[in-house]
């Protein structure tokens, strides 16, 4: 069947199998796999979207059945390298713990503000009783609702990611996009690069460092799962893919006036 | 100095343990001192002769910056831990102005792994970070 509806306000016109759920038109067929499939079975709440701004399960809906809708995702909950406040309330108050619940909780309880703006702690809970998180986080999650009150109440509705975040995106962007030069062009002269593998120092090592097979699609950062910066330093843990299988590593990065000018990594 | 991944180099290690303590270069004498001063709880002079005035400690769950905040950290830190003891250090790599290890340590909560890395000017720490492999392991 053909169908056409909107996505995080982008139109779309698909053809689409009358049997194919509405979860996986939106993860296969369009390439969002921001919403998650938990339980396939309409119990853990992982793959809530919004629809027509009501939240609703999409593994408990046919793709079909948006025909017409405006659907919105955890991509589109907020503007492109913004974080609405709650989002914001969720990573200051560490309301993630292995993640994967939590864009469905993200959209589960925006959809409980617009309800009710001001939710007291049991309604909170009530509400989340569609969403399970297995690492036992709600005490936090019902932290961070309370807290996204305040700061929309408080600050622009949507709040800009960090310079640094921005900086740590595009250097994982040309890391996994093998731009060797524009990556180079991220450290200092002088740099110094420091693994287990050894040390190396300047523009020149670096190159050859990252020549030698250590970056693009079979060496790609796939997920960012921790991200601390204070001051000119990041602290990160991510997933990469290498041609071994998937590497669970450590980073850490001083950058000074826009460039890097220490970085050390490791395996987990 | 380079390690090979897995070569043990203890440099603080267990009492029982038959690893001999190895210390070749200025930094393992640092690292060395450094750990003794933590094992000593001799924080003030941990951090006043080991940290630049605005060096800095991150890690997942926490960061501190200047002295005086690095001296309550390292305190309430081990505080935390009740004892930390190095087993052995399993990486180590050193340069002119930076050093990394990863450690199998023993706390109260169980044999896990760390992993550091320091950015020194001037013989002293500017930069630290730190973090467990993964910290599950902590928990028994």
């Given at each position: 069947?053909?169908?056409?509806?909107?996505?995080?306000?982008?139109?779309?016109?698909?053809?689409?199998?009358?049997?194919?759920?509405?979860?996986?038109?939106?993860?296969?067929?369009?390439?969002?796999?921001?919403?998650?499939v938990?339980?396939d079975?309409?119990?853990?709440?992982?793959?809530?979207i919004?629809?027509?701004?009501?939240?609703?399960?999409?593994c408990?809906?046919?793709?079909?059945?948006?025909?017409?809708?405006?659907?919105?995702?955890?991509?589109?909950?907020?503007?492109?390298?913004?974080?609405?406040?709650?989002?914001?309330?969720?990573?200051?108050?560490?309301a993630?713990?292995c993640?994967?619940?939590?864009?469905?909780?993200?959209?589960?309880?925006?959809?409980?503000?617009?309800?009710?703006?001001?939710?007291?702690?049991?309604?909170?809970?009530?509400?989340?009783?569609?969403?399970?998180?297995?690492?036992?986080?709600?005490?936090?999650?019902?932290?961070?609702?309370?807290?996204?009150?305040?700061?929309?109440?408080?600050?622009?509705?949507?709040?800009?990611?960090?310079?640094?975040?921005?900086?740590y995106?595009?250097?994982?962007?040309v890391?996994?996009?093998?731009?060797l030069?524009?990556?180079?062009e991220?450290?200092?002269?002088?740099?110094?690069?420091?693994?287990?593998?050894?040390?190396?120092t300047?523009?020149?090592?670096?190159?050859?460092?990252?020549?030698d097979?250590?970056?693009?699609?079979?060496?790609?950062?796939?997920?960012?799962?921790?991200?601390?910066?204070?001051?000119?330093?990041?602290?990160?843990?991510?997933?990469?893919?290498?041609?071994?299988?998937l590497a669970?590593?450590?980073?850490?990065?001083?950058?000074?006036d826009?460039?890097?000018?220490?970085?050390?990594?490791?395996?987990? | 100095?380079?390690?090979?991944?897995?070569?043990?180099?203890?440099?603080?290690?267990?009492?029982?343990?038959?690893?001999?303590?190895?210390?070749?270069?200025?930094?393992?004498?640092?690292?060395?001192?450094?750990?003794t001063?933590?094992?000593?709880?001799?924080?003030?002079?941990?951090?006043r002769?080991?940290?630049?005035?605005?060096?800095?400690?991150?890690?997942?769950?926490?960061?501190?910056?200047?002295?005086?905040?690095?001296?309550?950290?390292?305190?309430?830190?081990?505080?935390?831990?009740?004892?930390?003891?190095?087993?052995?250090?399993?990486?180590?790599v050193?340069?002119?102005?930076?050093?990394?290890?990863?450690?199998?340590?023993?706390?109260?909560?169980?044999?896990?792994?760390?992993?550091?890395?320091?950015?020194?000017?001037?013989?002293?720490?500017?930069?630290h970070?730190?973090?467990?492999?993964?910290?599950?392991?902590?928990?028994?």
């Amino acid at each position: 069947m053909r169908i056409s509806f909107t996505v995080n306000q982008q139109p779309h016109t698909v053809e689409v199998e009358p049997r194919v759920l509405l979860v996986d038109l939106l993860r296969d067929h369009i390439n969002l796999t921001g919403t998650k499939v938990g339980c396939d079975s309409g119990q853990c709440g992982s793959c809530v979207i919004l629809k027509d701004g009501i939240s609703v399960k999409s593994c408990a809906l046919l793709g079909v059945q948006a025909d017409g809708a405006a659907i919105t995702t955890i991509e589109g909950i907020s503007p492109a390298g913004t974080m609405n406040p709650l989002q914001v309330a969720f990573q200051a108050a560490h309301a993630v713990q292995c993640g994967f619940c939590t864009p469905g909780m993200i959209i589960s309880l925006t959809d409980l503000l617009v309800t009710i703006p001001h939710p007291t702690e049991h309604q909170i809970r009530a509400w989340l009783a569609g969403n399970l998180c297995r690492c036992t986080g709600y005490e936090n999650v019902v932290r961070a609702v309370n807290a996204a009150q305040q700061i929309a109440a408080s600050e622009a509705h949507f709040l800009p990611m960090s310079a640094m975040r921005h900086f740590y995106d595009s250097y994982v962007g040309v890391l996994n996009g093998s731009d060797l030069t524009a990556l180079v062009e991220r450290y200092s002269p002088d740099a110094v690069l420091t693994t287990f593998e050894g040390i190396v120092t300047g523009h020149e090592a670096i190159r050859s460092y990252f020549e030698d097979g250590r970056m693009g699609a079979e060496n790609a950062i796939i997920a960012t799962e921790k991200f601390i910066e204070f001051g000119d330093s990041i602290y990160t843990e991510s997933s990469v893919r290498t041609p071994h299988g998937l590497a669970h590593t450590y980073h850490a990065f001083v950058v000074q006036d826009g460039l890097i000018t220490h970085q050390f990594a490791g395996v987990k | 100095m380079i390690v090979a991944p897995g070569t043990s180099v203890a440099l603080t290690p267990d009492p029982n343990s038959k690893i001999k303590i190895v210390i070749t270069t200025p930094m393992q004498h640092f690292y060395e001192e450094h750990v003794t001063l933590l094992d000593a709880r001799d924080f003030e002079g941990l951090v006043r002769t080991h940290y630049q005035p605005d060096a800095q400690v991150m890690s997942n769950d926490y960061q501190v910056r200047g002295h005086d905040e690095l001296i309550r950290h390292f305190a309430k830190y081990t505080g935390l831990m009740a004892y930390l003891q190095v087993i052995s250090t399993d990486k180590w790599v050193e340069g002119d102005s930076t050093f990394a290890f990863e450690a199998t340590a023993r706390t109260q909560w169980g044999v896990g792994r760390v992993h550091d890395a320091f950015w020194l000017r001037d013989g002293l720490i500017v930069r630290h970070f730190t973090g467990a492999i993964p910290a599950t392991r902590f928990l028994r």
